[in-house]
């Protein structure tokens, strides 16, 4: 009934490469912090499926549990930062801080 | 191995890539919020095939109720700024580049590791439930676990410190004019004269 682990490391590698193709490709702050959070959960599904193939222990699951915690801590940092850089330059778009101040 | 069961698991995978596709090529950032649901939701149901049901839940908790609604929250308060720009051609290279050679990496990673073999062994009893993992959270892990408190803790203090905007009466304290009408004060607080 169960899959191979190899199955879950490949599909973990393609979400976490577009991640990080989002991550690079667009220009969007809102859609850059998206990309953060699924390169983030594929790393988590990684974890989670190597703690299914050591089942003796729940260390994987107690690692994601931190890992979504800290993306939680993240996710709303990177939101206020969209803030105030929306406040800053009146645009979503990364492109235009491109200046050590405001 | 059944086809249904085959389909069971290709279901959410297929899912989880084309999802995770369209949050970052969707044009409006709204629709790739809900593209990222979508994903969320298929990730859920692979930490179900993997027999992680408290973190199943724990998943569509945190991130479908308090991540996503917090995009959903920023995108439409910033709102019309955020209106699809027409993308340029001089950008269109670097951008192909970067995304190949992202994807290339990303390919030969999976067919390296695709090699490793680790059987799935046996569930022990009530493996990935409740009762389970709060055993090991908390008799294992009680330092972390009280960490993530402080972290939350620190990260709402910064949030207010980053996105607070100054009030009127700060913003009159600083404009040396006594604040005495109330016409004034609002005057001076319109958002794009702060600082």
Known sequence: ?102 | MSASFSLLFSFPMVLAIASALGTIFARRPLRGAMFLLLHLGSLALLYLTLSAQFLAAIRVLVYAGAILVLFVFVIMMIGPGLDPQQPTLKAAFPKTLSAVMVLAIALSMAAILARVELPMGALPEGYGGVKAIGRALYQGATVPFELIAMVLMVAVLGVLGIARKKTDIELAREGEQPAQHAGQISEGASPETGD
């Open chain 1, 1 to 102: 009934m169960d899959i191979e682990i190899s199955t879950y490391i490949v599909l973990a590698s393609l979400l976490f490469g577009i991640g990080a193709t989002g991550f690079l490709v667009r220009r969007n702050f809102l859609v850059q912090l998206m990309s953060v959070e699924l390169m983030l959960n594929s790393v988590n599904l990684l974890l989670v499926g190597f703690n299914r193939a050591h089942a003796s222990s729940h260390d994987g699951q107690i690692f994601t549990f931190v890992v979504i915690a800290i993306a939680a801590a993240e996710a709303a940092l990177g939101l206020a930062l969209a803030i105030a850089y929306y406040r800053t330059k009146n645009s979503a778009e990364t492109d235009l801080g491109d200046l050590l101040r405001h």
